[in-house]
């Protein structure tokens, strides 16, 4: 890592470390950063917001996004100060930036209690066998809506 990389990181451990210590959430930061400028940051909000899905990543994510005005990452680098898990892992993937930087480990975050390894195996399992089970059905009646989808002439690819 460069030195201006260091220190996006070291920004991303310090939002860890303060939205833990005001009640935010877990130990996770986050800084997004585009040619040079932070364009969206974000603290674990989980506790805070009472949202499961407000993780560090995703919440800047939404912050880049929302700040650059536009639904993908392109040409940005994330600052991460762990490892993604599975769910930031395809949002980060859904937004697309370049590169992704992370600090700790998944390893390191179960060996604090975030232990998302088992998410990594359900993604293996059997939809109706995980441990939340995943019952498909009216798939027909559903399709119907990805069959106006593909003909829909104005709509915006992405
Ligand atoms: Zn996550």
Redesign the pocket.
């Known amino acids: 890592m460069t030195d201006s990389q260091k220190e996006f990181m070291k920004m991303a451990i310090e939002l860890a470390q303060k939205g833990m210590e005001s009640g935010l959430g877990g130990p ?1 930061g986050c800084i997004i950063v585009k040619d040079g400028k932070i364009i969206g940051k974000g603290s674990n909000s989980v506790l805070k917001n009472n949202d499961p899905t407000a ?4 919440v800047a994510i939404r912050d880049a996004c929302k700040n650059l005005g536009h639904f993908q990452l392109e040409g940005c680098e994330v600052y991460t100060s762990c490892e ?6 395809g ?1 980060i993937f859904w937004a697309r930036p370049s590169k992704v930087f992370y600090a700790c480990t998944k390893e390191d975050a179960a060996d604090a209690g975030f232990d ?1 390894d088992f998410i990594y195996e359900e993604i293996k399992v059997n939809p109706v066998d995980r441990k939340i089970p995943m019952l498909n059905g009216m798939r027909e009646e559903s399709q119907k809506v990805f069959e106006i989808w593909k003909k829909k002439e104005d709509k915006k690819v992405y």
């Open positions: 996770f993780h560090a990543e995703v993604p898990c599975p769910m930031c892992l949002a998302d």
